[in-house]
């Protein structure tokens, strides 16, 4: 036994004599908080599919849960580091600075990815992101292997709890994407993702100077080769799909061999793509499953009166949306084994810890939009940008002769951000507030975009008071936010992730990028379904109140009372 279990052992059997373990409000604290987070889940999805969800999943959640069917990103880029940062901190991208998946840092002169820290490195060699193989363009920007929440500027509800107690809790973040377990687990607990490079489930020396035994023992099973010469079959009947008479559309993406039609092959299990396909299906999900399954067995979270906190974010529905659309039969066969998967995990933490001890969170980091190809079958308007039809070159010679700009004006576009190089930034002679209002007037004036937005109109506050000037305000960091930001028209959007052509694309403030599902349950809490406009920044401080720790500290949101009131009663 370590010597925080030690401790702990000891001081929860004082809590218990004192019955002291209460919250602020005087209730019992819960034993564990599980977050959970379903990259891509736009708020219609689980109940889009209702009559055909199991006992146990998303059924057990919407029925016995506080719903809240009306919860939104506030922030304006909608991508998944931006909003898994959000559901942790409690916060802003102004504030906790992930602004973007990628931003371009003018001190190093270099596009970052968000978690990237060349200070450490991965515990397993050979599981660094394998550029010829990896599909994500933004992991793909990432110039060294170590990982870490360096870049996140403000502290996390799991921060919060390890502080409050001398890090008596335990804390741990877990996903296939490296981003979607760091940013959870904050800086002071333990993040575990899968390396789609070494098959594994791996950490930084951020956070472990080596694996617990129970870690390498998971890796040592080989996991993945399960699924070696199997398929991604369908679930159920075909005929009882919405989308079973329309599995194979032109704009669906077909990579690694993976097909745009049911039965999608993995492979003999030694393929470049092998682990990839895994991860754009819903067998990604079973591995961050069984992952989390051991993590709670072997962690021992939430067996004493300390709260634990296990954050599992599942990134199938977001692979399975790019390539091909949130309504296809793909994603409708997806939500229908998440829900399985969702089951299993709820059985799993029901039978270690009791869900009557466990406080549930579920959303999501971002909706996502349907298919134009989709949309556009229903007479409904919707297109891909191309931003190769912009005359571009014109608009930049004019900008250039208008303020005597010498060498290049664009440093670079990282969605959506567009960053002028450094020598115009460093140029006193230029006047920067002009030249920028200028580049986004002539940005504003190309095909399927709606607004671009310049930084110093935003840093002066001299934006429209609307939602979305504020959406784009809230995503405003003064260090790491491009000179314009761009949004394209509701329904438009580019597809092509740096030469892979992908069905749909999140990022904008639109509706069906900011629309999440928010529902708590366990822990005693009655069901509810509220309808007022809540927002992502809540679940951060309502966590804090209940557990009776401090709100993370940029936290901007608000406590949900339902929830509150619940915990009274
Ligand atoms: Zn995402």
Same mark, same amino acid.
């Given at each position: 036994?370590s010597?925080?279990?030690?401790v702990?052992?000891g001081?929860?059997?004082a809590?218990?004599?004192a019955?002291?373990?209460?919250?602020?409000? =005087?209730?019992?604290?819960?034993?564990?908080?599980?977050q959970?987070?379903?990259?891509?889940l736009?708020g219609?999805?689980?109940?889009?599919?209702?009559e055909?969800l199991g006992?146990g999943?998303? @059924?057990y959640?919407?029925?016995k849960?506080?719903?809240? &069917?009306n919860?939104?990103h506030?922030h304006?880029?909608?991508?998944?580091?931006?909003?898994h940062t959000?559901l942790?901190?409690?916060?802003?991208?102004?504030?906790h =600075?992930?602004?973007?998946?990628?931003?371009?840092?003018?001190?190093?002169?270099?596009?970052?990815?968000n978690?990237?820290?060349?200070?450490? &490195? !991965?515990?397993?060699? =050979?599981?660094?992101?394998d550029?010829d193989?990896?599909?994500?363009?933004?992991?793909?920007?990432?110039?060294?292997e170590?990982?870490s929440?360096?870049?996140?500027l403000?502290?996390?509800?799991?921060?919060e709890? +390890?502080a409050?107690?001398?890090?008596?809790?335990?804390?741990?973040? *877990?996903?296939?994407k490296? @981003? =979607?377990?760091?940013?959870?687990?904050?800086?002071a607990?333990?993040?575990?993702?899968?390396?789609?490079?070494?098959?594994?489930?791996?950490?930084?020396?951020?956070?472990?100077?080596?694996?617990?035994?129970?870690?390498?023992?998971?890796?040592s099973?080989?996991?993945?080769?399960r699924?070696?010469?199997?398929?991604?079959?369908l679930?159920?009947? +075909?005929?009882?799909?919405?989308f079973?008479?329309?599995?194979d559309?032109?704009?669906?993406?077909?990579i690694?061999?993976f097909? @745009?039609?049911f039965?999608?092959?993995?492979?003999?299990?030694g393929g470049?793509?092998f682990?990839t396909?895994?991860?754009?299906?819903?067998?990604?999900d079973? !591995?961050?499953?069984?992952?989390?399954?051991a993590?709670l067995?072997n962690?021992?979270?939430?067996?004493?009166? *300390?709260?634990?906190?296990?954050?599992?974010?599942?990134?199938?529905?977001?692979?399975?949306?790019h390539?091909?659309?949130?309504?296809?039969l793909?994603?409708?066969?997806?939500?229908?084994?998440?829900? @399985?998967?969702l089951a299993?995990l !709820?059985?799993?933490?029901?039978?270690?810890?009791?869900?009557?001890?466990?406080?549930?969170?579920l959303?999501?980091?971002?909706g996502?939009p349907?298919?134009?190809?989709?949309?556009n079958?229903?007479?409904?308007p919707?297109?891909?940008v191309?931003?190769?039809?912009?005359?571009?070159?014109s608009?930049?010679t +004019?900008?250039k002769?208008q303020f005597?700009v010498?060498g290049?004006?664009?440093?670079?576009y990282?969605?959506?951000?567009?960053?002028?190089?450094?020598?115009?930034?460093?140029n006193?002679a230029?006047?920067?507030q002009?030249?920028?209002?200028?580049?986004?007037?002539? *940005?504003?004036?190309?095909?399927?975009?709606?607004?671009?937005?310049?930084?110093?109109?935003?840093?002066?506050?001299?934006?429209?008071?609307d939602?979305?000037?504020?959406a784009i305000?809230k995503n405003?960091?003064?260090?790491?936010s491009?000179?314009?930001?761009?949004?394209?028209?509701?329904n438009?959007?580019?597809?092509?992730?740096?030469?892979?052509l992908?069905a749909?694309t999140?990022?904008?403030?639109? &509706?069906?990028d900011?629309f999440?599902?928010?529902?708590?349950?366990g822990?005693?809490?009655?069901?509810?379904?509220v309808?007022?406009?809540v927002?992502?920044?809540?679940i951060a401080?309502?966590?804090?109140?209940?557990?009776?720790?401090?709100?993370?500290?940029?936290t901007?949101?608000?406590?949900l009372?339902?929830?509150?009131?619940?915990k009274?009663?």
């Amino acid at each position: 036994m370590s010597f925080t279990n030690t401790v702990r052992l000891g001081l929860c059997l004082a809590l218990i004599l004192a019955s002291q373990a209460l919250s602020a409000a =005087g209730q019992e604290k819960p034993r564990l908080v599980l977050q959970i987070t379903v990259d891509q889940l736009r708020g219609d999805l689980p109940t889009r599919y209702y009559e055909r969800l199991g006992e146990g999943g998303f @059924r057990y959640l919407l029925e016995k849960g506080i719903v809240y &069917r009306n919860a939104h990103h506030p922030h304006a880029n909608t991508e998944t580091i931006v909003g898994h940062t959000t559901l942790a901190t409690g916060t802003y991208p102004s504030i906790h =600075g992930m602004v973007g998946n990628l931003w371009f840092d003018r001190e190093t002169g270099q596009t970052t990815y968000n978690v990237e820290d060349p200070d450490y &490195r !991965l515990l397993t060699a =050979g599981a660094d992101v394998d550029a010829d193989a990896e599909i994500d363009p933004t992991q793909r920007a990432a110039k060294t292997e170590g990982r870490s929440p360096k870049a996140i500027l403000s502290s996390t509800f799991s921060d919060e709890l +390890r502080a409050s107690n001398g890090g008596l809790s335990k804390v741990v973040g *877990i996903s296939v994407k490296d @981003r =979607g377990a760091i940013s959870m687990a904050g800086h002071a607990g333990t993040a575990y993702w899968f390396s789609k490079a070494s098959g594994e489930f791996v950490t930084s020396n951020y956070y472990l100077e080596s694996y617990p035994d129970w870690v390498n023992e998971w890796n040592s099973q080989h996991y993945p080769q399960r699924y070696a010469n199997t398929h991604w079959e369908l679930m159920h009947d +075909r005929d009882s799909y919405f989308f079973g008479a329309t599995d194979d559309r032109p704009w669906e993406a077909d990579i690694g061999g993976f097909g @745009r039609v049911f039965p999608h092959a993995f492979g003999d299990g030694g393929g470049p793509y092998f682990t990839t396909l895994l991860t754009v299906s819903p067998a990604g999900d079973e !591995l961050v499953l069984d992952f989390a399954t051991a993590t709670l067995v072997n962690e021992q979270l939430g067996k004493d009166t *300390i709260t634990d906190y296990l954050s599992v974010s599942f990134s199938a529905t977001d692979y399975v949306g790019h390539l091909f659309g949130p309504s296809s039969l793909e994603s409708e066969d997806n939500i229908l084994r998440l829900d @399985r998967t969702l089951a299993k995990l !709820l059985a799993t933490v029901d039978k270690q810890v009791g869900l009557e001890n466990t406080l549930i969170v579920l959303s999501a980091d971002h909706g996502g939009p349907d298919t134009p190809g989709y949309l556009n079958s229903l007479g409904i308007p919707a297109g891909y940008v191309n931003p190769e039809e912009w005359d571009r070159e014109s608009a930049i010679t +004019r900008i250039k002769q208008q303020f005597g700009v010498e060498g290049k004006l664009i440093e670079t576009y990282s969605h959506p951000y567009v960053y002028f190089s450094q020598e115009v930034v460093a140029n006193p002679a230029i006047n920067a507030q002009a030249l920028e209002a200028a580049a986004a007037a002539e *940005i504003s004036k190309f095909k399927g975009v709606y607004t671009a937005v310049s930084s110093a109109a935003l840093r002066l506050g001299n934006t429209p008071d609307d939602e979305i000037h504020n959406a784009i305000l809230k995503n405003f960091h003064p260090k790491r936010s491009g000179n314009i930001f761009l949004v394209f028209e509701p329904n438009w959007f580019i597809n092509d992730m740096e030469g892979l052509l992908v069905a749909s694309t999140h990022g904008s403030p639109w &509706r069906y990028d900011t629309f999440v599902p928010i529902i708590f349950a366990g822990s005693g809490l009655q069901a509810r379904v509220v309808d007022r406009e809540v927002h992502t920044v809540d679940i951060a401080p309502t966590l804090s109140t209940v557990v009776g720790v401090k709100q993370p500290s940029g936290t901007r949101g608000h406590p949900l009372v339902e929830v509150l009131e619940a915990k009274k009663e």
